[in-house]
C-alpha cells in the first residue's frame, strides 16, 4: 500500500464505564484500509469487533472512553456520518424510520448531502431500490418499511447507507439476521455495489465464510486487538496465528449445513475487566510458552499481512 490509507487506527482503545466497572472493549487495535479495498474483520464475540465500527462512525456514546487514532488522510478532515462514511446495522429497523415511505428514506441523504432537488433525489431512490433487487420499485417505493420482509429491509438499508455514495462503507454483521438464501444474495450485492463505486468496505463478521467471500484481506481480532492480518487467500488457506487456526477449525460454511455438535473453542476469552500481562489468548493456546503468560507479543511482519505471536517473533 504505496499511496496513504483511506482510514488509518493507531493504538486504538475503547473502554465503557457501566456501574463503576471499566470494561475494555479494545485494548489497542493497529489497522490500515485502502480506497476501494474490502477488509473483513473477524473474530467472536466480544472481540472488540462492532466498538471498532462504532469508534469509526463517531457512534460510541457517552460512557465510552476513547484513546488512539483514527485517521482518514485521503480526506484531509473528519468524516461526516452519512456523506463521508455509510453504516449498515446488523438489524436493519435500526437505520429505519418505521412510517416513511423508503424512497424518502432513501432520497434524503441524496438531497441532504449532495444538494439534489427533491424530485431528483426521489428518482435516483427509486433507481437505487432497483439496484438492490426491489420491484417493481416505482410502485414499492411508497411503502413504509414494515411492508417488506427482512431480506428486503437490509436491501433497503444498505441503499440508503450508499445513496449519498461514501469513501468508506461500515458493515456490521450485516447479514446474520437472515437465512442462508438471503445471506449469500446480500452479500453478492455489497460486493457488485462497493466495486461498482470503488467505495471501501470494513465489514464485521464472526464467520470465516462471509469474510472469504466478500474481503479482500482479513484482519482477525481477540480480546480487542488484531492478532493476525492479511490477504484473504493467505489467512485462510495459511493461517499463522493459533487463534485464527483455532476459529477456521470451528468455522460453519454458508455453503453446507452445520456439524452436530457444533465445533468450539475450547476456554473462554479473558475478562474484559481485567488486564492482561502477556498474550490474551495464552490461557487457550495449545503452544504456549512461560513467556506467552508474561510478555505481550509483538507484531511481526507490516500492517497489511502480519501476526502478533510469540512463535513468529525474531
Ligand atoms: Fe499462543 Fe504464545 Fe502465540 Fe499467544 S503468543 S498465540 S500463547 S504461542
Redesign the pocket.
Known amino acids: 500500500m504505496n499511496a496513504p490509507p483511506l482510514l488509518s487506527l493507531r493504538d486504538l482503545a475503547v473502554v465503557f464505564h457501566r456501574d463503576r466497572r471499566r470494561i475494555r472493549a479494545l485494548r489497542g487495535l493497529d489497522l490500515v484500509l485502502a480506497a476501494g479495498e474490502r477488509l473483513a474483520l473477524l473474530g467472536e464475540s466480544g472481540s472488540g469487533k462492532s466498538t471498532a465500527l462504532l469508534a469509526i462512525a463517531g457512534l460510541l456514546g457517552p460512557e465510552a472512553e476513547r484513546s488512539g487514532e483514527i485517521l482518514f488522510p485521503l480526506l484531509g478532515r473528519a468524516p461526516i456520518l452519512g456523506r463521508d462514511v455509510g453504516f449498515v446495522f446488523q438489524d436493519p429497523f435500526s437505520a429505519l424510520d418505521p412510517v416513511l415511505d423508503v424512497a424518502t428514506q432513501i432520497a434524503e441523504p441524496i438531497r441532504f448531502h449532495r444538494g439534489a432537488s427533491w424530485s431528483a433525489a426521489r428518482a435516483e431512490a427509486v433507481a437505487l431500490l432497483r439496484r438492490v433487487g426491489i420491484e417493481p420499485a416505482e410502485k414499492r417505493a411508497r411503502d413504509a418499511p414494515h411492508r417488506f420482509s427482512g431480506g428486503e429491509r437490509q436491501r433497503i438499508a444498505i441503499a440508503m447507507a450508499i445513496a449519498a455514495e461514501p469513501r468508506l462503507l461500515l458493515a456490521d454483521e450485516p447479514t446474520s439476521a437472515l437465512d442462508t438464501v438471503n445471506q449469500a444474495q446480500i452479500l453478492d450485492l455489497l460486493d457488485g455495489l462497493v466495486r461498482a463505486r470503488d467505495t471501501a468496505l470494513l465489514l464485521v463478521t464472526h464467520d470465516p465464510a462471509v469474510a472469504a467471500r466478500i474481503a479482500d484481506r482479513i484482519a482477525v481480532l481477540y480480546a480487542g486487538r488484531c492478532?493476525e492480518v492479511g490477504p484473504s487467500a493467505r489467512v485462510l488457506g495459511a493461517p499463522r496465528?493459533?487463534?485464527t487456526r483455532a476459529l477456521l477449525a470451528a468455522a460453519l460454511s454458508l455453503d453446507r449445513p452445520p456439524p452436530r455438535p457444533l465445533p468450539e473453542i475450547p476456554g473462554s476469552p479473558p475478562d474484559p475487566e481485567r488486564d492482561i500481562a502477556?498474550?490474551p489468548?495464552?490461557p487457550r493456546?495449545p503452544?504456549?510458552?512461560s513467556r506467552?503468560r508474561t510478555t505481550p507479543?509483538p507484531r511481526t511482519g507490516g500492517p497489511e499481512d502480519g501476526v502478533?505471536?510469540?512463535?513468529y517473533a525474531p
Open positions: 492478532v496465528h493459533p487463534y502477556g498474550c489468548f495464552a493456546c503452544l504456549a510458552a506467552c507479543p502478533a505471536c510469540h512463535l
